[in-house]
T-cell receptor, first 119, second 114 residues
Framework: EAGVTQFPSHSVIEKGQTVTLRCDPISGHDNLYWYRRVMGKEIKFLLH????????ESGMPNNRFLAERTGGTYSTLKVQPAELEDSGVYFCASSQEGGDSRSSYNEQFFGPGTRLTVL | QKEVEQNSGPLSVPEGAIASLNCTYSDRGSQSFFWYRQYSGKSPELIMS????GDKEDGRFTAQLNKASQYVSLLIRDSQPSDSATYLCAVSPYSGGGADGLTFGKGTHLIIQP
């Protein structure tokens, strides 16, 4: 079974440019999450999709960030315009809806991440 | 502000010994707890989940949860050099209504000395 995949693995852009990150969750996983790790800090939650709906976007830093999940499959995270402080590693994770049992609920599996550098 | 605290380390443990990693959390409503292992430059890998007070064992790994003390730990028995990594503690307020985003600690860097 394929894991969570993310594209690109690295992106270097200049301040003010636009970047779009893509995440393909594990097949059959209705829950999709975006996280970000800024250097020296802990991994921070950005938002959560259940299928195509945004369940929780309380972690989105500002309106320069736009996430979509059309059709409830893959998701994109667009940063427009990018600022220096947006640099970091963006992780995507997915989990099953409900899980197989209480013992596996909300187990989230992470993708390899996209390392974004804004110059 | 929900917080998860971990000692950043490095924690150095001789090969074959028991490595003990600790984590405390601030949100008393937290219900599900996870340990991830992250090798340098790689993605976090889920190694243990625990939901009830007490111990949960899986191979060489044992997770321990004490909700009254808001404390989670991970024990690694018979430590191997391949266990050298950063271990991340993550907490979720799952309450049966739906899956949730995780709150992570900064991680503990574990070094297993051959």
């Amino acid at each position: 079974e394929a894991g969570v995949t993310q594209f690109p693995s690295h992106s270097v852009i200049e301040k003010g440019q636009t970047v779009t990150l893509r995440c393909d969750p594990i097949s059959g996983h209705d829950n999709l999450y975006w996280y970000r790790r800024v250097m020296g800090k802990e991994i921070k939650f950005l938002l959560h999709f259940v299928k195509e709906s945004k369940q929780d976007e309380s972690g989105m830093p500002n309106n320069r960030f736009l996430a979509e999940r059309t059709g409830g499959t893959y998701s994109t995270l667009k940063v427009q315009p990018a600022e220096l402080e947006d640099s970091g590693v963006y992780f995507c994770a997915s989990s099953q809806e409900g899980g197989d049992s209480r013992s596996s609920y909300n187990e989230q599996f992470f993708g390899p991440g996209t390392r974004l550098t804004v110059l | 502000q929900k917080e998860v605290e971990q000692n950043s380390g490095p924690l150095s443990v001789p090969e074959g010994a028991i490595a003990s990693l600790n984590c405390t959390y601030s949100d008393r409503g937290s219900q599900s707890f996870f340990w991830y292992r992250q090798y340098s430059g790689k993605s976090p890998e889920l190694i243990m989940s625990i939901y009830s007070n007490g111990d949960k064992e899986d191979g060489r790994f044992t997770a321990q949860l004490n909700k009254a003390s808001q404390y989670v730990s991970l024990l690694i028995r018979d430590s191997q050099p391949s266990d050298s990594a950063t271990y991340l503690c993550a907490v979720s307020p799952y309450s049966g209504g739906g899956a949730d985003g995780l709150t992570f600690g900064k991680g503990t860097h574990l070094i297993i000395q051959p």
